[in-house]
């Protein structure tokens, strides 16, 4: 594909409410429900509103039963969730989520640590969360996380990487979410991976990416995924993530910052820009510190010649 060929349209997914806030220290459920219900206002599409995953193993995550429960759904709003397990996955279809996430790591490592299982186990307890949901007729989307780096392992293969998403292929899964979970990925491993799920006969439109800009890459990353025709990108608003107690880590790429760029390239995300950035403003209130997004801060300027 011609480097100056981009997908006429996207879809951010924000990620915010669930992958920022798992790393604040916990806010109210109400101030959860009023960050969903503010999103849900900008033209997003898909907000991830949470987990079900052990309250304290992610304190901050506890209670998305009740956020689930509350928020105002807003019409053409896919309101999803992550579990690690098929417990997870009941508590989730039970408080109602249109969607479930499902994680997993590349790195047997990382899902040791994070999930305290091995990837064998995690692959299995897989192919139950998908019976779960498909019965309840909820889609399941499969987060390879790790995908391009492990903080305990290193580089991760990208053969690795597809042998996992070919195992999850045949555990039922059908969307997939490729994970930059610590920042390590660079545009030519961005680029590696797609050429080898290319090989392996994949097609790009069932493939998300999941940014994280811990090394500054993120918005790079994602414009050679556009080149190679990927057009789901997850967000979170602000930039709002990391871990407070590891320094230098940071979130996912901002929303404002993605959608900003993504409109500039023609690929239509239907969100609302100025309506955003008050979104992320507010939420600075809201934890209490400064939020790393930059186009929140860059002044009318980010104002597209047509808008
Ligand atoms: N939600 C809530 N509780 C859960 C649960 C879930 N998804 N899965 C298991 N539990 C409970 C079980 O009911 C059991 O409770 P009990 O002792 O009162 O009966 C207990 O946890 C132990 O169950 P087990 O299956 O042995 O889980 P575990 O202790 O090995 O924990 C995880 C595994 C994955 C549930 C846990 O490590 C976890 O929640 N990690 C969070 C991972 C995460 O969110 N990371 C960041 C995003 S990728
Ligand atoms: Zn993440």
């Given at each position: 594909m011609p480097i100056d060929h981009y997908p006429s349209s996207s879809e951010v997914r924000e990620v915010g409410p669930r992958d920022g806030l798992q790393n604040e220290a916990p806010i109210a459920v109400e101030a959860r429900i009023d960050l969903v219900d503010a999103l849900s206002e900008?033209?997003?599409?898909?907000?991830?509103?949470g987990s079900f995953v052990r309250p304290d193993a992610i304190p901050a995550m506890a209670g998305t039963d009740r956020v689930l429960a509350s928020i105002t759904r807003r019409e053409g709003v896919r309101y999803r969730v992550l579990v690690p397990n098929l417990r997870g996955a009941e508590l989730a279809v039970d408080a109602g989520a249109d969607e479930l996430e499902v994680v997993v790591s590349v790195s047997g490592t990382h899902n040791a640590r994070n999930l305290k299982m091995s990837v064998d186990d995690s692959v299995e307890q897989i192919r139950r969360v998908v019976e779960r949901a498909a019965s309840a007729d909820v889609p399941v989307e499969a987060i390879l996380a790790?995908?391009?780096?492990?903080?305990?392992?290193g580089a991760v293969d990208p053969v690795r990487v597809v042998a996992l998403a070919q195992r999850l292929r045949q555990a039922g899964v059908t969307t997939f979410s490729f994970a930059d979970t610590t920042g390590m990925a660079t545009p030519l491993t961005i680029v590696a991976l797609l050429d080898e799920l290319t090989a392996a006969g994949w097609p790009t439109d069932d493939v998300a990416l999941h940014l994280h800009n811990t090394r500054g890459t993120g918005l790079a990353n994602l414009v050679v995924a556009a080149q190679r025709g990927v057009r789901r990108f997850d967000a979170s608003v602000g930039g709002l993530g990391g871990c407070?107690?590891?320094?230098g880590a940071t979130g996912n790429v901002p929303t404002e910052d993605v959608v900003h760029l993504l409109d500039s390239l023609?690929?239509?995300?239907?969100?609302d820009l100025e309506a955003l950035i008050l979104v992320a403003l507010e939420l600075e209130t809201v934890i209490g510190r400064q939020l790393p997004g930059q186009v929140m801060r860059a002044g009318p300027w980010y104002r597209l010649p047509s808008a």
């Open positions: 900008t033209g997003l599409r898909a907000i991830e509103v790790t995908s391009f780096g492990c903080p305990y392992e407070p107690f590891a320094p023609g690929m239509t995300t239907g969100v």
